[in-house]
């Protein structure tokens, strides 16, 4: 009988050991580390390649520079001494092992949503990063922003601790969709306007100006944002950096780069049809109604045609029709119509480099024009290109590309 | 190990590293890049590019003498004329025309063809003409895989599955139709095309590694259409449309984990083991002035036709050829092009000649090779003709006819009448090799690293130079035909000049072939003797026909790597046994 309970403990024993070792098991932290790629978190934890997730990248923000600190396991400057549950506090609630706030440049507002089970994956994938020894001051920002306590108030009035909730009347792919999209993926944080505090302002996913550069608006909207895109051109830009309208350039490029190029089609395809059918966002937000492109008689119009089809025709076409691969479309270009010409006035001004990925490795560039073509000029062309071939959109200033100009010149 | 990363270099690389080899690419000038060099808004840059030579080898570097005959002191070209060699990822194939033939079959055993068609004594003495060692069916394969990494434009005439109307009927038979389909052609050589056809002649579309349309090639690289932006030749390509290994090759081999490339990093010579009999590694100074040995495994040599001869004969790999004695291979049976033309003036046509590539334009080969029977001619070869109209940029295009003062108001308005109303044929002609044209060290001249400089003994022979007058003839029977008001004809004439620039065409100087006693390399581009030592480019032409050399050397560049992947790292040895 004794043997038989010593037998039976010992099995018991055997049990938990195995419930407690199938967490670490391979499929959990290959897992972890499929979600790290989903929440693109090298983006801001990898400065130096050669020590991934180390920390360092800093983060310009309204309020001052932020710089994402170090997540490997390391004791001493690292995660080393945290447990899964000082993690999860700080995923979904903000605040870090100890009690401080976290600044929300770190997407908890999105990650709340995540999974418990996925939350103990990435962090036991994060558990097996090799430990680097960095040390990282996170917080450089300036007083008064520097006062973590204050985040309590922002989180009182931005941050809405929540669980994800599937909605039982949708097909499962559309709240895969949902659950990427708004946690890990976190497209808000750029795609989404920013109120004065620096939370989701209205208008969600309609566009905002991050680091100079245009995230553009990704709603459905036929005209400004993506809803002439077919779900497998936008998995065909998520997943190889371009498609026929545009490459990924600016911070995107990180993304696609970092993120997106590696994502599951069944992933790929869930977020596509999520964003494409906006069952994320309030419908009266979207505008219905494309507005008038300006006269062809417009005198900016007139001189910005003769500066496209001198300088830029070679390469988009005199139909604005560009080569698929190679030279974005610019006619009924959503990105085009956006309200704001942020983007446009920028690669026209310094030019930009696509993304180069392993399925479209050629990385074509838009060369910099802002060194022999003026303000004026800048602001014909792009005036012209914004309403011309089914495009329609507000004219752009020489004041907006001065303003550019010296932005850049700063940067 | 790979010494170069120009077309050989890069198609070399790529495979071997596809194979699973960890390559090194060792390059001597800077690592290029569309995106970063070839700006569209400053590429178009004629002082720049085409006169003061930016994408060329710098001769403070590197550069040859030369001579006529084996009489004379050589002496070095400070700055290039006759000839661009390049510098840097992309080699040549950067500022290149694009024009893209395959050699006809014929070639590939030109001395006995030739002996076969016209008496086993009919090649006279002047001639080291030589068979290459391989043949079409062997080559046809890697002229394909070429084609498809360029996306070269074109149309073929006869194909496997039959023969078209349109392309080339001298052409060898082909597996597949060009990648793209050809460039729209200016009225140039729509004019010269049409009056040819008149006569009887079959044009065809210039085969161009300029794409007409946007083309994805199997390495998943993409190049965009040409434009027809007319700053082609001498410059890089801004469109992406001309077809070079940063176009086509390299923007998908750096991301490959197991290829790393050194540039600035000049190779000093190849080292080999105590009997001469394996290559150890390679010696290469950095742009600090450090030397550096890199072990290997394999090495391969694809540093274009001087770079390799000069390279080889300093590593003391083969026997230095003498022309006293004809003995030896390092160095035998250089080379060259010989470019005839004839210019015509119109009064009544305008050609707008700023339209142009390097590769648009329009052909025929009736005058090329041995497409026409040498019976009683006195002369063997022959030469492509063609009106291909490269862009007419504001400094150099003065086609003012002779008589015109070179300077002042007259020339300024002759250059005003004539710019948009002349053209120009030109007849792209075969150079047989010689037993005394031949590449060796200068005993004089060395580099800034103490090194002897490479030593160009050339001169035309009276072979090419009969060839010449006799083509050119052709071609101003064509020309009057088109009822010009005045047309200069151009043959070549001797002695070799190296001053005003005629072709970047060099070849031979470490030929393929049969006999390790007359060659270099055995047709796998592998060295008699050293067997892990790969030497490729268009240094491997035992003589050069009518055709511009580069679809031949990628073809050779995938002809080595197929050998080395498929044959020689299953067996490592003499792949031929002498």
């Keep these: 009988m004794k043997t038989l309970i010593g037998f039976t403990l010992l099995s018991l024993a055997g049990t938990a050991l195995t419930a407690q070792a199938a967490s670490t098991e391979y499929q959990d932290i290959e897992h972890g580390r499929y979600l790290s790629v989903l929440g693109d978190c090298a983006a801001c934890h990898t400065a130096n390649e050669e020590q991934p997730l180390a920390g360092g990248v800093s983060l310009e923000t309204p309020f001052g520079t932020l710089v994402a600190p170090n997540i490997t396991p390391d004791a001493e400057t690292g995660l080393g001494n945290w447990t899964f549950e000082d993690f999860k506090g700080t995923m979904t609630e903000g605040i870090g092992k100890g009690g401080y706030h976290l600044y929300p440049a770190m997407p908890y507002p999105a990650y709340t949503l995540m999974r418990d089970e996925d939350l103990r994956d990435l962090w036991a994938y994060l558990r097996t990063v090799s430990p680097v020894n960095h040390d990282v001051e996170a917080n450089q920002l300036p007083f008064p922003f520097n006062i973590r306590l204050a985040m309590m108030g922002w989180n009182w009035l931005n941050f809405d601790d929540r669980d994800f909730q599937p909605d039982p009347d ?43 550069w245009l995230a553009p608006n990704i ?12 779900e497998d051109e936008l998995v065909e830009y998520l997943k190889t950096g371009g498609n026929r309208f545009d490459f990924a350039s600016g911070p995107m490029a990180d993304e696609v780069r970092h993120s997106s190029q590696y994502w599951t089609d069944d992933d790929l395809h869930a977020v ?11 419908e009266t937000a979207s505008s219905a109604d494309a507005p008038e492109p300006l006269a062809q008689s417009n005198a900016q119009v007139q001189a910005g045609s003769k500066i496209y089809f001198d300088r830029c025709a070679g390469c988009h076409k005199t139909d604005g029709s560009g080569e698929n691969g190679m030279f974005p479309q610019l006619a009924e270009n959503p990105l085009i119509n956006n309200d704001n010409a942020s983007s446009l006035i920028r690669v026209v001004l310094a030019g930009s480099r696509a993304v180069d990925t392993d399925a479209k490795p050629t990385a074509p560039a838009m060369p910099a024009f802002g060194w022999d073509l003026s303000d004026d000029q800048i602001a014909n062309v792009v005036t012209f290109v914004r309403n011309s071939w089914g495009n329609a959109a507000p004219t752009v200033s020489a004041g907006d590309v001065a303003e550019m100009r010296k932005a850049l010149q700063g940067e | 190990m790979v010494v170069g990363l120009g077309w050989a270099g890069a198609i070399i690389a790529n495979g071997l590293v596809d194979a699973g080899l960890s390559v090194v690419g060792v390059e001597r000038g800077p690592w290029r890049d569309t995106a970063k060099d070839f700006n569209i808004a400053s590429v178009t840059d004629e002082l720049r590019y085409s006169q003061r030579q930016e994408l060329m080898l710098r001769t403070a570097q590197n550069t040859i003498t030369m001579r006529n005959n ?36 014929e070639e590939f055993h030109l001395r006995s063809h030739l002996e076969e068609r016209y008496g086993a004594d009919s090649i006279p003495d002047e001639l080291s003409l030589q068979d290459w060692g391989t043949d079409w069916n062997e080559m046809e394969p890697h002229y394909d895989a070429f084609e498809k990494i360029a996306g070269t434009s074109g149309r073929a005439a006869n194909l496997i599955s039959g023969r078209q109307a349109g392309g080339n009927p001298f052409e060898g038979v082909r597996a597949n139709d060009y990648p793209t389909p050809p460039l729209k052609q200016p009225y140039s050589p729509t004019l010269f095309a049409d009056t040819a056809r008149e006569m ?153 000649p700023f339209i142009g590539a390097g590769a648009v334009g329009m052909g025929i080969d009736e005058f090329n090779n041995d497409n026409f029977d040498h019976s009683g001619l006195g002369f063997f070869g022959g030469g492509s003709t ?53 590449l060796s060290l200068d005993p004089t001249y060395r580099d800034r690293l103490g090194r002897p400089l490479l030593r160009i003994t050339f001169d035309f022979t009276d072979n090419d130079l009969k060839m010449a007058q006799y083509v050119t003839g052709k071609v101003v029977e064509i020309a009057k035909r088109m009822n010009p008001r005045q047309m200069i004809p151009s043959p070549r004439t001797g002695p070799w000049d190296g001053r005003p620039y005629q072709s970047s065409h060099v070849v031979g100087g470490f030929i393929m072939g049969v006999d390790p006693s007359t060659s270099s390399v055995n047709k796998y581009l592998q060295v008699w003797d050293v067997p892990n030592l790969f030497v490729v480019g268009a240094s491997a032409f035992p003589q050069n026909p009518g055709y511009n050399p580069t679809g031949t050397v990628g073809a050779l560049a995938f002809k080595a790597a197929d050998a080395i992947t498929k044959h020689y790292l299953r067996n490592p040895g003499e792949m031929i046994s002498t």
């Design chain 2, 200 to 352: 009887g002649y079959k044009p065809f579309p210039v085969p161009s590694s300029l794409v007409s349309q946007t083309y994805t090639n199997p390495l998943g690289v993409t190049m965009g259409p040409c434009t027809f932006c007319g700053f082609c030749t001498n410059y890089g390509c801004a469109n992406y449309s001309k077809a070079s290994a940063i176009t086509t090759v390299l923007p998908a081999l750096i991301r490959k984990d197991n290829f790393e490339a050194r540039t600035h990093c000049e190779v000093l010579r190849v080292t080999t083991d105590s009997d001469g009999r394996r290559a150890t590694g390679i010696v290469y100074v950095d742009s600090a002035g450090r030397q550096w040995e890199q072990p290997a495994e394999i090495v391969v040599v694809a540093a274009f036709t001087f770079e390799n001869v000069r390279l080889m004969l300093m590593s003391g790999i083969g026997e230095a050829y003498d022309p006293a004695t004809r003995r030896g291979t390092t160095g035998r049976n250089y080379a060259y092009q010989t470019a005839n033309s004839v210019q015509l003036f119109f009064d009544d046509k305008n050609f707008n």
């Design chain 1, 170 to 212: 949708r097909p499962d792919d559309i709240n895969r969709g949902a659950y990427l999209v708004e946690g890990l993926d976190h497209c808000g944080t750029c795609h989404t306007p920013r109120n004065f505090m620096g939370g989701d302002g209205d208008g969600k996913f309609t566009g905002a100006i991050v680091d100079d």
């Design chain 1, 272 to 282: 596509a049809r999520y964003l494409l059918t906006g069952a994320g966002i309030d």
């Design chain 2, 386 to 438: 063609r009106v291909t109209p490269i862009g007419a940029a504001p400094i150099q295009a003065r086609p003012t006819p002779p008589g015109t003062p070179r300077w002042g108001s007259q020339w300024k308005r002759a250059t005003v009448d004539n710019y948009a109303s002349t053209m120009s044929i030109g007849c792209e002609a075969s150079n047989y090799s010689s037993p005394n044209n031949y």
């Design chain 1, 219 to 230: 709603t459905p909207d036929p005209h400004k944002g993506i809803g002439g895109w077919s």
């Design chain 2, 70 to 105: 084996p009489s004379q002191t050589a002496l070095p070209m400070r700055k290039w004329g006759s000839f661009h060699p390049g510098n840097g990822t992309g080699g040549a194939g950067n500022h290149w025309a694009g024009i893209t033939f395959r050699f006809q079959p």
